[in-house]
């Protein structure tokens, strides 16, 4: 992919990109309380959801089109980019009409290829900023094919946004992290922003802190929060939402690595691990070497491959000596069963060969 950086006037580039503002556009005073606030604390980009995708029939389901124009007040009247979460071609040109400056696509949405499709169609020949949320299921494909739409629409700042993805049991996040799926996507697409959206990852205020913090840690370009003016009032998701001073406090205790130093060292110490594994490539080598000579001497002897007393010996003198050097045991096992394994077969091998 060929993409245009995602840069926004006023937005410090060494920090990372924040989205903040309220779950759902409840009210005009509302938006308008929320924004301003944010605004005063330095957030320069403004979300709010006027299309609400509801579990269950009979909840908020947002004010639809007539509240776009709260967001254009947020735009006009304090400066701010605007973001709204569209799942439709109707929606998109309801959001365009209006100005709103970035579109995001949820995980419901992103989930389902002939609504992806739908909004791709609808956004071709269009430079607006699009952020494509994981879809709620673990499937990595499933989430570049959607981002994929959107860019083969001629979309070229795209980003995705990792919201975390739904389990049956519920566990301490509303949306399990799997953080290796955005780490994959990452080494698949590196040129691509990812965005982290601990609200709907964690569900609850007090993970915001913690998961923009891996987030940051893990080198995502930026944040996606829930921000109201009155969470505990919210008419949606009020759980995971925090008020824009909490959010600022929350930004300012964010420690944003230096990408550069870290790359660094990090070189430095892989230099050292590729080394350390040269080294066990070559003791390993040498005893699968001692192993086939140990093969011959019993096929020359007539004595039976697998030894059980030695096996015993070996699994539980390493097993004992990883407590030594500060290794887990059970690991330990693991590996020597795997090597003891492969030497047995190459054994096997050449006795019946
Ligand atoms: C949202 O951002 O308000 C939202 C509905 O999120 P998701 O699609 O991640 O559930
Ligand atoms: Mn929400």
Redesign the pocket.
Known sequence: MELTALTFEGVDPKRPMVIAGP??AETEEQVMSTARRLADRGIRIF?A?VW??RTKPGGFEGGGEPCLEWLKRVKNELGMYTAV?VANARHVKASLDAGIDIL?I????SANPFAVQEIADALKGVDVTVLV?NP?NPDLELWIGAMERIYNAGIRRLGA?H?GFSEYDKSLYR?APQWHIPIELHRRLPELPIFC?P??MGGRRELIAPLSQEAMDLGFDGL?I?SHCDPDCAW??KNQQVTPESLSLILEHLVIRDTMQTTESLAELRREIDKLDNELMSLLSKRMRISREIGQYKKEHNMPVLQARRYDEILNKRGSQAVELDLDPEFIKTVMRAIHEESVQVQMKLING
């Open positions: 779950c759902s979300r959801g609400k995708p979460e995001w949820g995980a419901r949405t949320k709620v946004i919201r949306n959206d609200s709907h996606i829930e949606s998701d």
